[in-house]
């Protein structure tokens, strides 16, 4: 791929848990299985306009829902101010099963009130040739070097597909996330760090512990530096988030199990996927499957998180700007049916957090969402996960990778495998009295 634009008390939540534990996942797709995208439950529906006339505005901090055709781009605005920065993220989710190319995608441009352009991203299915979400992002950035986009007013929000037939039948799926982060009191230098450890870690290593994934963004399941297993089908994708201070330094591994299934060969079977924070795209690999024994996808080294990666360039350097939940997206193609059956074939995800812990960029102002820039601690006798340089995690450690993955594995066992953490119930409540976008 190539990429223009590479951002209540502990009694009740236990007793949340204990309960949540008892009921049935409020859906009826086996985690990892092919379904329908799981869309934020308070997303708010939005219709794209085919002409910047009729785009209707979009608000930062807010999650929308609407859909993207194969004729044409859609078009949206944003109202905006003369010191923030401003990130766009669009989700396009075909539906499970439908045929892509490699060269198809999605594209977001983000122009000012005259049509010419701040940012533009583009994303591909590529080598993995699997119907499945992937996300492209634009930016309104303050810049000495943009100066016709440093003005406030009315910018507009331009997705589209690419690569895509003419006579493309079926309208994707899409999910728009609006993030705003403040001006910082004081400029910093437009420096771009230049010492980093570079080098491949090796993968985290210890007690696998089960842990079904999400299907969307929103519903992805928080997960620490350690081993974390799951079944995936093909055609199926797993969401999980790892929260990630200041000066960590994310990696993370993905593997597929061995098969005793008829015998074959599958390029592009297994791809893991890194978003930021803002569901920026950061990276991804991909891994062939011959099924005779693991196939492991690695993600190249990632420099520590940083303020002032931002001045690295359009790339996975620059999109390592922000603190908060990184997302690693795990995918097993269709094809792989055709060659070793239907599954559900076991899948590891190793991740580590290395590096030290930093001081937050002094900003002026709050971001929207408020924490949407905050690797915000957990609380392992609530049996949620830790990672991250602020929150302990394994920063500064360069060893297994694991750290206090220890205790987070007794929290988390002790209260059921699969079972869903804080993060995610007041998802579940609402999916399960409103029952949308599968999630």
């Known amino acids: 791929m190539r990429h223009a634009f590479r951002a209540r008390s502990a009694a009740v939540g236990a007793l949340l848990l204990c309960t949540t534990a008892a009921l049935p996942a409020p859906t009826a797709l086996a985690a990892g299985s092919p379904g329908p995208y799981g869309f934020a439950p308070d997303a708010t529906s939005v219709t794209g306009a085919p002409t910047p006339a009729g785009a209707k505005p979009l608000t930062a901090g807010t999650t929308y829902r609407s859909s993207l055709p194969g004729d044409g781009p859609v078009h949206y605005s944003l109202d905006l101010d003369a010191t923030s920065d401003t990130y766009v993220s669009a989700t396009a989710a075909p ?61 507009h929000v331009v997705v589209e597909r690419v690569g895509t037939p003419v006579s493309a039948p079926d309208d994707w799926d899409l999910e728009l996330f609006v993030v705003s982060e403040p001006a910082l009191r004081k400029p910093v230098a437009a420096e771009v760090p230049e010492a980093w450890n570079s080098q491949t870690p090796r993968p985290a290593t210890g007690d696998a512990v089960p842990r079904e994934g ?51 060969y599958t390029t592009g079977a297994l791809s893991l996927e890194l978003y930021n924070p803002a569901r920026g795209f950061v990276d991804d690999v991909a891994a062939n499957y011959a099924g005779r024994r693991r196939e492991a996808a690695s993600l190249p080294p990632l420099p520590p998180v940083a303020y002032e990666n931002r001045y690295a360039g359009p790339d996975r350097l620059g999109a390592m700007r922000f603190a908060g939940s990184y997302y690693l997206v795990v995918h097993l193609a269709s094809e792989v049916a055709e060659k070793f059956g239907d599954g559900p074939f076991d899948v590891a995800l190793r991740v580590r957090v290395d590096g030290s812990e930093k001081s937050a960029p002094d900003y002026a102002g709050e971001s929207r969402p408020d924490d949407v820039f905050e690797a915000v601690p957990v609380d392992l006798d609530l049996g949620e996960v830790t990672g991250g340089a602020s929150s302990g995690g394994t920063a500064g450690g360069g060893s297994s990778g694991r750290g206090d993955a220890a205790m987070t594995v007794l929290a988390v066992s002790g209260i059921g495998t699969g079972t869903a953490l804080l993060g995610v119930l007041g998802v579940w409540s609402v999916v399960a009295r409103r029952r949308l976008g599968g999630s």
């Open 95 to 155: 539906d499970p099963g439908s045929t892509v190319s490699a060269g198809e995608g999605v594209k977001v441009t983000v122009q000012d009130a005259a049509g010419r352009s701040c940012s533009f991203d583009t994303e591909t299915f590529g080598v993995v040739r699997s119907a499945r979400p992937i996300a492209a992002w634009g930016a309104r950035e303050i810049s000495a070097d943009r100066p016709r986009c440093k003005t406030a007013g009315t910018y």
């Open 214 to 264: 999400g299907s969307g963004f929103a519903s992805a399941v928080p997960v620490g530096p350690g081993v974390w297993t799951s079944g995936i089908e093909p055609g199926g994708t797993l969401f999980y988030r790892v929260p990630v201070g200041w000066g960590g330094q994310l990696s993370a591994t993905a593997e597929l199990g061995a098969t005793d299934s008829r015998g074959g």
